[in-house]
């Protein structure tokens, strides 16, 4: 017999006549022969309200106490569920995480599964019951209610998909599937039937809008598939799995702008070893995540070195490189990056060729290059974002099927 998992995320149990819609789904599954575990996030934008009550009381609330007053949507949800599907003539029975031992550490607000116990959704599974379950929340080992980070329901399910050996784990959202590019902004994106956990997650920025990036990491240490649906018609959404040998075929399967990053210059620092090191050790002491870096070398024994940080992080990280010596800096927080991502570029070459090429032609000056093994990211100008974006789109033909 199958196990599913699926997930209705917020704007897929908004109101009751949604409810009763995801409701009716998760009954169609278990009526064709599979075990059924539902598991809800907190009703529309329930999780805002709950916090904008907290902070109308006090601009700094416990964290302890946010979760408590947090989980309290998704606790709402899966006894609305339950009801629902009760209402379906079938039985259900809904859990909070703390009633199904879902342990996690004691990071509140943003707390790590450590534990979940399976034998009490088993023992209700026995009895044919559906079971609902809370998402986004545990306990930890002093019994404290935490929460597992804004969106943490897909990783409440995938952990319970990954528990229970779940034959798929599918997320109910308000998007189709994921997409080759942003569908606003390219409009000829494609529908992916099919994406590797590496690509997904290399296209964090694309896929963090439909689904958690720890989730997947989750998914993909425990191989769990992961099927994104649409829970507002019948389609099949896009499938996140291991890679599988015909997707070496696809050299590229999504591309993806950005503009989350800025990028500082530090002009002639003396070319000698050990400046980068204090340079970057400067950096990671106020925690700033670097991402791109060059390095040229210029005339007199002296460098020049080039590299981005997140936008937020800007100020400090000026501040933090003027306490190195050299002849001037600069920053610009009017870039782009531009990535282009696929397991098939392991075995072709001449992905990275392609890319410049079609950026040269539209004549959009390239200010960095990264690459992995799957994936080559440029920094642009900001402003020239959205047509570069369309132009890889379109050299790659992201739009035919592959
Ligand atoms: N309700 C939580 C949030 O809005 C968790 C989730 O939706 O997954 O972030
Ligand atoms: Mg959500």
Redesign the pocket.
Known sequence: MQLIVQKF??TSVADAARMKRAAKRAVEEYSAGSKIVVVV??QGKM?DELLEMAYSINNKPSKRELDSLLST??QMSSALMAMAIHSLGVSAVSFTGRQIGITTDSFHTKARIVNINDSRILEELSKNKIVVVA??QGVDENDNITTLG?????TSAVALAALLKADMCDIYTDVDGIYTADPRTVSNARRLNKISYDEILELASMGAQVVHVRSIEFAKKFNVPIRVRPSFNNGTGTLICKEVGEMENIVVSGATVTKDDAKITIIGVADEPGQAANIFHELAKEKINVDMIIQNVSANGLADLTFTVQKDDLILALETTKRIKAEEIIADDKIAKLSVVGIGMRSHCGIAEKMFKTLSDEKINIQMISTSEIKISCVIEEKQAEKALNAVHNAFELDKEQ
């Not at 804004?150 to 897909?154: E, K, Q």
């Open positions: 995320g917020g996030s907190a999780t949507g998704e998402g986004y804004r969106g943490g329901s897909d």
